[in-house]
């Protein structure tokens, strides 16, 4: 029998979500028959399209939300095209189980009248919401109330969870309260058959004999003001030869490239929008050192940040301030920067870098040995799998426990 699989994604279109590709592809290779159902945008403004044997329906977004009221707006509209495309799956194609992915956490409410006709629902956490929350805002009032409750809900709904890391297996089992056999760890490590670094571009350098590269969303807890506080830092002292680039787009670009003209970094800081694959490997190649200045709070320390894994499976050395996972995951492929004297002992670290470069060479090559022996999305297959065939064992269980005993045919 063919095991069928919906996976709900809402923050991001497909193939565009990295990771959710990467889940949907290898379920793919694994037999099932995938699913996926995602917002539209990013480039992918198709209805409905069959990708390398993946259905893919994409449903009408709003703008991304900016703020509470913002965020309720989006994440109501998005759940009620979900609901709708998940019936007119259900009807068209089945699906013995459904894979919500965080943020938002309200999935499960998806998921729920399924489960009444024996469906699984596997929670698949990518952010840890009560911290994203706290970490935008600063409040634990109303808002961040409900994200506890939506966590703690869809932990119950969920008959699996699959956590990015250890820390975010910790919380299924302690806030959760989920039975350590139904929480598998996979992790969110780069495809080497494509995320693989190409020749240096000097252009890139804009002139400058060194260039810093980062790569990630434009938001309040990624820390890019920081990151500015650092440019300008190292202006003030008089270093006009180093570049920094900045790849990615989110809600927070246009006020970041307004600090770029405030604070007179045009000729220092450059930030591209979002852009293609083949661009972002070739600034991140060209790169002598490689950041990732998100803020010092605890979403950023229990999180891993797929950044961090790209950096390594390029052989960039890495400049991050010190946290948990971020350290789990780089090791001697970083240096760690003080939560306290932030703009300085970043500055810091950066130079120490740039005036060693066999330093930089082995804390690189130190990197890309992790990932290649690690931490590369392959390592993480087994552990997809293993979440799926636990699903489809309880499934297959419920049904067994439906059949008549043998005495009373």
């Not at 409750?149 to 990015?164: H, S």
């Not at 301030?321 to 240096?335: I, K, N």
């Amino acid at each position: 029998m063919t095991k069928k699989v919906l996976i709900i994604v809402e923050n991001l279109p497909v193939p565009f979500d990295s990771r959710v590709w990467k889940e949907a592809t290898s379920l793919r290779d694994n037999g099932y028959d995938v699913t996926v159902v995602c917002p539209r945008g990013k480039g992918y403004t198709k209805n409905y399209e069959e990708l390398e044997g993946i259905r893919v329906y994409r449903h009408p977004a709003p703008s991304e939300g900016d703020g509470p009221v913002g965020y309720v707006w989006e994440y109501a509209c998005a759940l009620f095209w979900e609901a709708l495309y998940a019936a007119w799956i259900y009807c068209r194609h089945g699906f013995d189980v459904l894979q919500g992915c965080n943020p938002p956490d309200d999935i499960f409410l998806v998921a729920l009248p399924f489960k009444l006709l024996g469906v699984k629902y596997i929670f698949d956490h990518h952010d840890a919401n009560p911290e994203l929350y706290f970490s935008k805002y600063g409040r634990r009032g109303f808002f961040y109330r409900t994200q506890v409750w939506l966590e703690r809900m869809t932990y119950r709904c969920a008959d699996v969870v699959i956590a990015t890391n250890d820390s975010y297996k910790r919380l299924a089992l302690t806030r959760g309260e989920k039975a350590p056999e139904d929480v598998f760890v996979v992790r969110n490590g780069p495809d080497l058959d494509i995320f693989k670094a190409v020749a240096p571009n000097p252009s890139l350098k804009h002139g400058k004999p060194y260039l810093v590269g980062y790569v990630g969303n434009m938001s309040i807890q990624e820390g890019l003001e920081i990151l500015l506080d650092v440019a300008l830092y190292l202006k003030n002292q008089g270093r006009d030869d180093i570049h920094f680039t900045c790849v990615g787009g989110g809600p927070g670009l246009a006020g970041l490239r307004k600090m770029v003209e405030e604070n007179d970094l045009k000729g220092t800081v450059n930030f591209t929008g979002r852009i293609s694959d083949e661009q972002l490997l070739e600034i991140l190649s060209t790169a002598d050192v490689c950041v990732n200045p998100d803020k010092p709070c605890e979403m950023n320390d229990i999180s891993t940040m797929i950044k961090i894994m790209e950096y390594m499976a390029l052989g960039k050395p890495i400049v991050q301030f010190d946290s948990t996972e971020g350290r789990l995951s780089a090791q001697e492929s970083s240096l760690y920067s003080s939560r306290d004297n932030r703009v300085q002992d970043f500055v810091a670290n950066i130079l120490w870098l740039l005036d060693n470069p066999d330093k930089r060479k082995r804390m690189g090559e130190f990197g890309r040995r992790r990932i290649e022996t690690e931490l590369a999305w392959q390592y993480s297959v087994p552990n997809l799998l293993a979440a799926y065939e636990r699903a489809f064992a309880d499934k297959t269980r419920g049904r067994e426990s439906l059949r008549p005993s043998a005495h009373r045919r």
